[in-house]
């Protein structure tokens, strides 16, 4: 249980109701920051405003999936109110607080390294990375659905990168009974797919591997589905890029060329709130408890 554990959550979507929820089940002390319009109450929780006291005893700050921008704004689709977070705010907080965002930019970075205060990038975490990949999956395949006129069973699939997103778009695909082709750099995600029935290929032969292709899915974070990719696939091919921001497709020669091709960030909040807050929720409520029962060893 979290009794006596003091937590302030500020701002967020939907994904951030069920962590909360979550944990005023446990009985943590919970302040809500920029939650004014929501019409939901949670017993346990109280709704405060963005001040420097609001910080003062909190053991946890929950930031939204996407933490802070640069300028330390923090999004919250449950109030108009502007919300950031200042050095002042972050400067109130116990030293023994932690900060919890889904990913931070150099700005959130640093001002918790000023105060030296714990941050926790909850989707650099493998766990995280790998049960987000569910709800990313079912995402991707929704679009790939959406974009064409055949079904994915029977089609040909090409799948770059092998990690925790790739993998498990590799094998949701293959059980809706496409034909799937894996693009790998390393030699032991060549065996792996191979040993899962998929056909593995090396990257460097990309080009070549795309000819046939109905769909290609991509996870790598660089720029890999260049111009040559893209000239020798098909016409009728929909490319489906999940990799973060920028992507790794030449979009701009894909629209020239007239080959469907789709940036498709943050598809576990869009398409599975409720899972990707309980993903979240899950992991958040664990980690916290961990630091609450160590407190209690130490004191
Ligand atoms: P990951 O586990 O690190 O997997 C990335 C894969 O790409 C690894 O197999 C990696 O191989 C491979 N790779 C990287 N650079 C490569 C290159 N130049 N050539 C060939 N292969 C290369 O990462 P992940 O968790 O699966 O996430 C993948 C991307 O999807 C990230 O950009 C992440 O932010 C994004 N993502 C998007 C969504 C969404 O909703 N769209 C959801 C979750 C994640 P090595 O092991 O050899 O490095």
């Known amino acids: 249980m979290l009794t006596g554990t003091q937590v302030a959550?500020?701002?967020?979507?939907?994904?951030?109701?069920?962590?909360?929820?979550?944990?005023?089940?446990?009985?943590a002390t919970v302040t809500l920051i920029g939650?004014?319009?929501?019409?939901?109450?949670?017993?346990?929780?109280?709704?405060?405003?963005?001040?420097?006291?609001?910080?003062?005893n909190a053991d946890a700050v929950l930031l939204p999936v996407?933490?802070?921008?640069?300028?330390?704004?923090?999004?919250?689709?449950?109030?108009?109110?502007?919300?950031?977070?200042?050095?002042?705010?972050?400067?109130?907080l116990p030293k023994h607080a932690k900060v919890y965002a889904g990913m931070a930019k150099p700005y959130l970075r640093n001002l918790c390294e000023q105060h030296g205060i714990a941050l926790?990038?909850?989707?650099?975490?493998?766990?995280?990375?790998?049960?987000n990949s569910i709800p990313t999956a079912e995402g991707a395949l929704?679009?790939?659905?959406?974009h064409t006129d055949i079904t994915i069973h029977g089609s040909t699939a090409v799948v770059l990168g092998f990690g925790r997103t790739g993998m498990?778009?590799?094998r949701a695909l293959q059980g809706l009974g496409a034909k799937v082709l894996v693009g790998v750099r390393r030699e032991e995600h060549y065996a792996r797919a191979y040993e899962m029935g998929f056909e593995?290929?090396?990257t460097a032969q990309l080009q070549s591997k795309v000819v046939g292709a109905d769909l290609l899915f991509n996870t790598v974070p660089s720029p890999i589905v260049t111009a040559s990719v893209i000239a020798?696939?098909?016409?009728?091919?929909?490319?489906?890029?999940?990799?973060?921001?920028?992507?790794?497709?030449?979009?701009?020669f894909a629209e020239r060329r007239g080959v469907k091709a789709m940036l498709a960030p943050g598809l576990p909040g869009i398409v599975a709130p409720k899972t990707a807050g309980r993903i979240i929720a899950s992991v958040v409520s664990q980690l916290i408890m961990e630091d609450s029962a160590k407190r209690g060893n130490e004191a």
């Open 120 to 131: 926790v990038e909850l989707l650099e975490r493998d766990d995280v990375a790998i049960y």
């Open 232 to 252: 020798a696939l098909p016409p009728r091919a929909v490319i489906i890029d999940l990799a973060s921001k920028p992507g790794g497709t030449d979009f701009r």
């Open 168 to 170: 498990t778009m590799a």
């Open 9 to 27: 959550f500020i701002g967020g979507d939907a994904r951030q109701l069920e962590v909360i929820r979550r944990l005023t089940e446990l009985d």
């Open 142 to 146: 929704m679009l790939a659905m959406q």
């Open 200 to 202: 593995p290929f090396h």
């Open 35 to 56: 939650f004014d319009n929501l019409k939901q109450t949670f017993d346990g929780a109280t709704h405060a405003e963005m001040t420097e006291e609001a910080f003062e």
């Open 66 to 92: 996407v933490g802070t921008d640069d300028e330390g704004k923090i999004e919250g689709v449950f109030t108009s109110k502007e919300l950031r977070l200042t050095s002042e705010c972050l400067g109130r």
